[in-house]
């Protein structure tokens, strides 16, 4: 079992997949195939636990990424161009996108990284939330209630097309 959860925490991680495949490679028992032929038997696990599991990993992986974003972008900004361009550019949508992401934006945030569909979730988030100028605490707040949101749609969906299999 141990293995398994490492497996869902490595999958978690991976950009564009997250949870949207972790938690039914956890609670499926049957074959889940993506594409270039990849196969992966399922795990056939109690979905609370994959549910705990992969939303935890999420939620921290967000944080992980807004975190190094932070990090990495000041390093950046030291070279003269890349500063100059960063503050022409980034700097300057921040300062006008503000007032619209107080006013809508962590609701529409979370809404974004709870979304189970290509393009959003957490490495999205926190690259959207950074470059809008959402702090770090509220961030990880945002983020926490998207990941929790797409970790139940994904969970429902899947225990819901599960039990449709399981008829025929």
């Known amino acids: 079992m141990i293995y398994q959860i490492l497996v869902l925490i490595l999958l978690t991680f991976v950009p564009f997949i997250e949870l949207r495949f972790s938690i039914p490679l956890g609670i499926l028992s049957s074959r889940v195939e993506l594409p270039f032929g990849i196969v992966f038997n399922g795990f056939g696990m109690n979905w609370l636990l994959v549910y705990v599991v992969c939303v935890a990993t999420n939620a921290l992986l967000g944080i992980m990424i807004y975190f190094l974003l932070d990090k990495f972008v000041h390093i950046f900004t030291r070279i003269g161009f890349i500063g100059n361009l960063y ?3 980034i700097v300057k949508t921040q300062n006008k996108i503000h007032p619209y992401v107080e006013k809508y934006g962590l609701i529409g945030l979370a809404l974004f990284i709870g979304m189970p569909i290509p393009g959003s979730g957490s490495y999205s988030g926190a690259l ?27 969970t ?13």
């Not at 959207?128 to 961030?139: D, E, M, N, S």
């Not at 429902?156 to 025929?168: D, H």
Request: charged residues 10%; aromatic residues 16%; glycine residues 16%.
């Open 128 to 154: 959207g939330a950074y470059l809008l100028g959402v702090g770090y605490k509220k961030f990880a707040w945002v983020n926490f209630i998207g990941v929790v949101i797409a970790g139940t749609l994904v």
């Open 87 to 89: 503050n022409k550019i």
């Open 156 to 168: 429902i969906i899947t225990l819901a097309g599960k039990g449709i299999f399981a008829l025929f």
